[in-house]
Every structure is written in C-alpha cells, then in structure tokens.
C-alpha cells in the first residue's frame, strides 16, 4: 500500500522552497515572547553602518546609499506597523543596522576527458581542481528597547551577493522579509 500525502500541504512545502531558493538569501529573526509589544509606539534608527560583525567586511555598496535605502525601508515596514519615527532621547525602540560582505572560494574537483591523438578512441583523463570565488552579503537588523536596553527582536537577510545588482526595491524587500515577523500587535 502507497502511503499518500495531502495535496495542499505538499503544494505548500513545494512553493516555500521554490521562493526560497529563488531569492537566494536565507533569513532568521528571533524575538523575546514574553514582552508586550503593543506598547512601543515610537522608535528611532541608529545611524551608520559602523559595527562590521566578526569576519565580514564592510559592505562595497557606499556607505550611505546603502544606508538610505535600508533606512527607507526600515521606517515605511515599521509605520506599517502604526509606528512613528522619533528623536533618539523619546523614542521607545532604537533599530540598529548592521551588515557587510564576505569573500568566499570553494574548490570545485575537475574531471575532464579528452581524446588522446596517439590513440584514438581513448580518453586522457585529466582531474584538477578549479576555483570558485563569490561574496555573500549579511544584513542584521536589531530593534532594543530604549529604557531598558533590551535586546527585543533581532532579524537578519544572509546571501549571495556576487554577480547580480541589487536595487533599491530589492534591498526594500530584504529588510521587508526580514521585519516579516515583527511582532508589535
């Protein structure tokens, strides 16, 4: 007897991991369950980009370009959410950005075949190994309360970044997958 999946959950797991893999950026967020959020109302962006994590460098996309747009997306998903932008010293929320870029090279094993010219017929096998360089881009988006300086949400968008430009609608998305799951009520 052939066991039987239902449908709809399977068409489900079949369209996730199409729209994962198509974007090509994984993305977490973690948050703290026991607080209530639908007191925060106001918040405030840290500004730069200045503190790189360990192990990535900063971002080759200027500086405050790249900060513009995130800092865009960021208060048009969080005024979605009934909040208001406000001065550093009131605002109930402090957003930090965080990100930058990470040079990679994986070694790929080579097989190559080719027909040898004192036999014909046979195959020279030649095995190597070739070289794949590519960059992954990280972009952490912490939200802390002000008063308390707890850490109450933190999301981050981690991807490969080499050889495709990113728009400006393409970092809003990011920061918008990335803030999907803020839960302020």
Not at 21 to 38: I, K, N, P, Q, V
Not at 94 to 104: A, M, P, S, T
Not at 142 to 164: K, P
Request: net charge negative; glycine share 8%; aromatic share 6%.
């Amino acid at each position: 007897m052939t066991a039987r999946l239902p449908l709809l959950p399977l068409l489900a797991l079949l369209t996730l991991t199409t729209l994962a893999c198509g974007s090509g950026f994984e993305y977490g967020a973690d948050w703290d369950t026991e607080l209530e959020y639908g007191r925060y109302h106001t918040f405030n962006i840290e500004e730069g980009l200045d503190d790189v994590p360990a192990g990535l460098t900063r971002s080759a996309i200027p500086d405050q370009r790249l900060l513009s747009v995130i800092k865009s997306a960021v208060v048009r998903e969080l005024e979605a959410r009934h909040m208001e932008p406000a001065h550093e010293s009131s605002a109930d929320l402090i957003v930090h950005l965080n990100g930058g870029h990470q040079d990679h090279v994986q070694e790929i094993p080579s097989n190559e075949g080719s027909e040898r010219r004192d036999r014909p017929g046979h195959l020279d096998r030649r095995t190597g190994t070739d070289l794949s360089h590519y960059r992954t881009g990280t972009l952490i988006i912490d939200i802390i309360d002000r008063e308390t300086r707890r850490l109450v949400f933190h999301g981050f968008a981690q991807g490969t970044i080499s050889g495709r430009t990113l728009t400006d609608e393409d970092l809003g998305d990011i920061v918008a997958d990335i803030l999907k799951d803020f839960p302020v009520e």
